[in-house]
């Protein structure tokens, strides 16, 4: 099992930044591919972006691409993203995640989700 801890949320002003962190404990993450996802009440959990196992693929949802920077560091077990440039549309819970595969750019698969951390944008 594993347990996933997003921190770093909060509120920011239109143009600000924050970086969201994401601790797994349980067991060592870093053979799981992990990514982000956010979500806005009414609506389907988005995917944000993704980073495989070693960190050397990345990818995004077109609407943070240039924004949004996906990082890892697997030997503190723990995930980024951070966020600049941020926009009233980017409020919502961010949540991160685990896949059982090393790589998964779009993050069909999803083994563990984080309980969330909530980013409020203001204009």
């Known amino acids: 099992q594993m347990q996933l801890v997003e921190s770093g949320g909060g509120w920011v002003q239109a143009g600000g930044s924050l970086r969201l962190s994401c601790a797994a404990s349980?067991?060592?993450?870093?053979?799981?591919?992990m990514g982000w996802f956010r979500q806005t009440p009414g609506k389907e959990r988005e995917f944000v972006a993704a980073?495989?196992?070693?960190?050397?693929?990345?990818n995004y949802a077109d609407s943070v691409k240039g924004r949004f920077t996906i990082s890892r560091d697997n030997a503190k077990n723990t995930g980024y993203l951070q966020m600049n440039s941020l926009k009233p549309e980017d409020t919502a819970v961010y949540y991160c995640?685990?896949?059982?595969?090393?790589?998964?750019?779009?993050?069909?698969?999803?083994?563990?989700w984080g309980q969330g951390t909530q980013v409020t944008v203001s204009s």
């Open positions: 995640a685990t896949s059982p595969r090393d790589w998964d750019p779009h993050f069909y698969f999803v083994n563990y």
């Open positions: 349980g067991r060592a993450f870093s053979t799981d591919a």
């Open positions: 980073i495989s196992w070693s960190g050397g693929s990345t």
